[in-house]
């Protein structure tokens, strides 16, 4: 099983990153797929989740500027993040959820100018 988050980095308040999260090992199609941060001295938070059928759920500080996605055929899971500030900085994880639990590595989102 693998999860590879990709797409982090520095970016000005305001602007805009695309995460992706590219998996493969088990089947995606059935799994419930999200996204977590934790920053600095901070617990790991959920973000946001998308079900099986495409329901998403946001948590509040994030709803209207983030949006989650995923594509069965690419067997991916995105986070399109846009107006991003600098409370947004973390480490950003990828989980596949079923049965079974499976993280990714995680990818840095720095919002500084």
Known sequence: VQLVESGGGLVQPGGSLRLSCATSGFTFRN???SWYRQ????ERALVASISTGGSTNYVDSVKGRFTISRDNVKNTVYLQMNSLRP??????YCEGRNTWSYWGQGTQVTVSS
């Open 39 to 42: 920053a600095p001295a901070k």
């Open 87 to 92: 409370e947004d900085t973390a480490v950003y």
């Open 31 to 33: 799994y419930v797929m």
